[in-house]
């Protein structure tokens, strides 16, 4: 088979409807505005307060580093696009924009797990904590997560883009994700979607498998503490992140681990929407309402600024 002659393609865009562009584009536009200031918000405050200079926060802060870049990966182009006719982006860019959001995507799901994890030392471990979680650990976990994250955003990026493009150029979708590139080649798939699949399930489900552990032993562990206001102090400090994991994966088990045969491309641009763009936003408000030190350390910040 020829190898592919495209240069560039054409986003078929979030929606048909002309007359919907320029209300989504107000819509999303103020999505993407409150995404940064609320991600960048949880960074400084967690660097501005000594008091958040612990495990449980350092991931937090590079869980809103990563949300914000992923969220910029797509949303740009999108709101772009919702006001031209020339919804273009250059091979070299489509492929980019795939590595920025796969990568960071993964690492987001490995995050998670990691914060699961640094919940069951703290709760289930105490005595242990500062050896379970302690500084040169944390920082090869996090170093870990991006590694993994880049590897296998390389590993789908390169395979993706070893594929012929023959029948058109035409994207049925807002961004590069991997399900309607597949769609659009010429070439077999079939090896592609079994790395999809392996390499997702391997992250995800690793992760997922960890959570499921931590939190299985945390609901243990509270159910063993006597005082109900220590038992519900102690579920509080998780309800955020548990929160946080239910909306992450049941977007990308939704979107990713299901046969190739289920994609409606049509269909999954309203879920790929939920997950490339909202959960970003969702997420700084997610760990700012319900955890109370990172709320009392806003305040803080705040009075502050006001004197």
Same mark, same amino acid.
């Given at each position: ?87 273009? *982006? +250059? ?15 993964? *690492? ?62 035409? *994207? ?17 798939? +079939? ?39 220590? @038992? ?43 997950? @490339? ?22 305040? @803080? ?7």
């Amino acid at each position: 088979m020829n190898k592919t002659s495209v240069l560039e393609f054409v986003f078929a865009g979030l929606t048909d409807r002309n007359e919907l562009n320029v209300p989504l584009f107000i819509i999303f536009l103020h999505v993407y505005i409150t995404t940064i200031v609320g991600n960048v918000g949880i960074i400084i405050i967690i660097v501005v307060d000594r008091h958040l200079h612990r495990p449980m926060y350092l991931f937090l802060s590079n869980l809103s580093f990563v949300d914000l870049t992923y969220s910029s990966a797509v949303t740009p182009t999108m709101l772009r696009d919702l006001l031209s006719e020339n919804k273009v *982006i +250059s091979f070299a860019g489509c492929a980019i924009q795939m590595f920025i959001f796969v990568s960071f995507a993964t *690492i987001e799901c490995l995050f998670l797990g990691i914060m699961a994890y640094d919940r069951y030392g703290a709760i289930c471990c105490p005595l242990l904590y500062g050896i379970l979680m302690s500084r040169i650990l944390c920082l090869w976990m996090v170093v870990a997560a991006y590694f993994v994250g880049f590897l296998t955003a390389l590993v789908h990026t390169v395979s993706v883009f070893l594929l012929s493009f023959c029948r058109s150029n035409v *994207i049925d979708h807002f961004f590069c994700d991997l399900p309607p590139l597949y769609k659009l080649s010429c070439s077999d798939t +079939s090896v592609n979607l079994v790395v999809l699949i392996i390499l997702g399930s391997m992250v995800s489900m690793s992760c997922f498998i960890l959570i499921i552990f931590s939190y299985t032993n945390i609901v243990l562990a509270i159910l063993r503490i006597r005082s109900t206001q220590g @038992s519900y102090k102690a579920f509080n400090t998780c309800t955020s992140h548990m929160t946080a994991v239910s909306v992450f994966y049941g977007a990308i088990f939704f979107m990713y681990l299901r046969p190739s045969s289920s994609y409606v491309l049509q269909q999954d641009r309203v879920a790929s929407v939920f997950y @490339s763009i909202l959960i970003a936003l969702l997420n700084p408000f997610i760990y700012s309402l319900w955890n109370a030190e990172v709320k009392a350390a806003l305040k @803080s910040l705040l009075k502050y600024f006001q004197k």
